[in-house]
């Protein structure tokens, strides 16, 4: 069972930028892709982004693509979202998530495919 904890969320101006983070208590933290989602109120959970257990391949929504950047040091068993130049509309609650996925570059983007989610954190982004 791995424990996710995110934190850094709250309110910022459109154009500003927030940092966002998740710690994991696995035991090898390099053994789970990681990734970040985000619901909106009234909306599905939304893929952001995700990164590979090793940390040597990212993958990013094009809705964030150049703004957003995924980040992690498995030696802290930590994992960040940078977020800049935020918009209005990417206001929402942000997800941590992982999947025990070991010995593969591979970033899973369906929010099925993950097993362990965190409790959330707000963001909003006021214009």
């Known amino acids: 069972q791995v424990q996710l904890v995110e934190s850094g969320g709250g309110l910022v101006q459109a154009g500003g930028s927030l940092r966002l983070s998740c710690e994991a208590s696995?035991?090898?933290?390099?053994?789970?892709?990681m990734a970040w989602f985000r619901q909106a109120p009234g909306k599905g959970r939304e893929f952001v982004g995700g990164?590979?257990?090793?940390?040597?391949?990212?993958i990013m929504a094009d809705s964030v693509k150049g703004r957003f950047t995924i980040t992690r040091d498995n030696a802290n068993k930590t994992g960040s979202l940078q977020m800049n130049n935020v918009k209005p509309e990417d206001t929402a609650v942000y997800y941590c998530?992982?999947?025990?996925?070991?010995?593969?570059?591979?970033?899973?983007?369906?929010?099925?495919?993950?097993?362990?989610w965190g409790q959330g954190t707000q963001v909003t982004v006021s214009s």
């Open positions: 998530a992982s999947k025990y996925y070991p010995g593969t570059p591979d970033v899973p983007s369906e929010a099925g495919q993950y097993d362990y």
């Open positions: 696995a035991r090898i933290f390099g053994w789970y892709a």
């Open positions: 990164i590979s257990g090793g940390g040597s391949n990212t």
